[in-house]
Every structure is written in C-alpha cells, then in structure tokens.
C-alpha cells in the first residue's frame, strides 16, 4: 500500500474552513485612513463654520459646525 499519507501537517493548502484560513477575513476589510491631515481637510466648510462662530457664537452656528463634521467623516475622520 504505497498511497499518499491522508493527513500532512505541513501541506500549504488548507480546507476553507480550517484553523489556518480563520483570519483572513477580517484582515481583508480595508480600513480607511485619511490622507490629509485634519487641519488641512475641509477648508470652505472650516472657514464658513470659523466665520460664524467669530461673528454669532457657537451656540448659533450648530448648521455650521454640523456641516464641518460631516465633511470631515466623509475625508474618513472620527469625529
């Protein structure tokens, strides 16, 4: 009986659902990072928010500061 041995501990191929292949799928999402730097993205929205704040105060430029922020999570920021 000269076959193949069933089990070879150092074969590089692998069933889909083995111990080996377990972390490859959370490895392949790719994570997003900015490419600017936060004080340079959103320059026209930073300023019209900055304007506001100068000349209203915060507490009345919340359209304002909330526009800022979502540009900012669309450049790929938490915040």
């Known amino acids: 009986m000269g076959g193949l041995p069933l089990q070879n501990a150092s074969s590089p191929l692998a069933l889909p659902g083995s111990e080996q292949n ?3 799928v959370t490895t392949s999402i790719p994570e ?11 320059p026209d929205t ?3 928010r900055d304007e506001c704040i ?8 919340s359209k304002w500061i ?3 922020r979502q540009c900012l999570r669309a450049e790929g920021f938490n915040v």
């Open 32 to 42: 997003t990072k900015p490419k600017k730097k936060i004080c340079c993205a959103c």
């Open 22 to 24: 377990k972390g490859s």
């Open 54 to 61: 100068v000349e209203h105060g915060e507490d009345a430029c």
């Open 46 to 48: 930073k300023r019209l």
């Open 66 to 68: 909330e526009a800022h």
